[in-house]
């Protein structure tokens, strides 16, 4: 699997997993808060095992993983929660996103 497929696998699951557990908490109680705490668990857990599992150096993609991990959260958010980001979470993100570009993609003392 191509290093991009295990950040997109990775933070899915991730911020999937969060989602559920948030649901758990706030929606439901007694044995659906258990089942989704353990889903939620589940998730989490494949997020740190596909991030780890990446045929890459953490380092060299944490840029992208930031980014990634930030567009992933906006869509997982609309998606479980039906929110849309608002006028500051977009122009935060577009600096997150500029700067995980920047940082993955920008290698210090190559000249073009």
Same mark, same amino acid.
């Given at each position: 699997m191509q290093p991009i497929a295990f950040?997109?696998?990775?933070?899915a699951m991730e911020v999937s997993g969060d989602a559920i557990v948030r649901i758990g908490i706030y929606r439901h #109680?007694?044995?659906a808060r258990f089942a989704l705490f353990l889903a939620g668990a589940?998730?989490?857990f494949g997020y740190g095992y596909c991030l780890n599992r990446a045929p890459v150096e953490f380092g060299q993609v944490? #840029?992208?993983?930031?980014?990634?991990?930030?567009?992933?959260?906006q869509v997982i958010?609309?998606?479980?929660?039906?929110?849309l980001p608002n006028l500051p979470i977009l122009? #935060? #993100?577009?600096?997150?996103?500029t700067g995980?570009?920047?940082?993955?993609?920008?290698?210090?003392g190559v000249s073009h």
């Open positions: 950040l997109l696998l990775a933070t #109680g007694g044995i589940c998730f989490l944490v #840029g992208l993983y930031i980014a990634t991990l930030f567009i992933m959260w958010n609309f998606a479980a929660f039906r929110a122009v #935060g #993100g577009a600096f997150i996103i995980g570009l920047i940082v993955t993609f920008w290698k210090p």
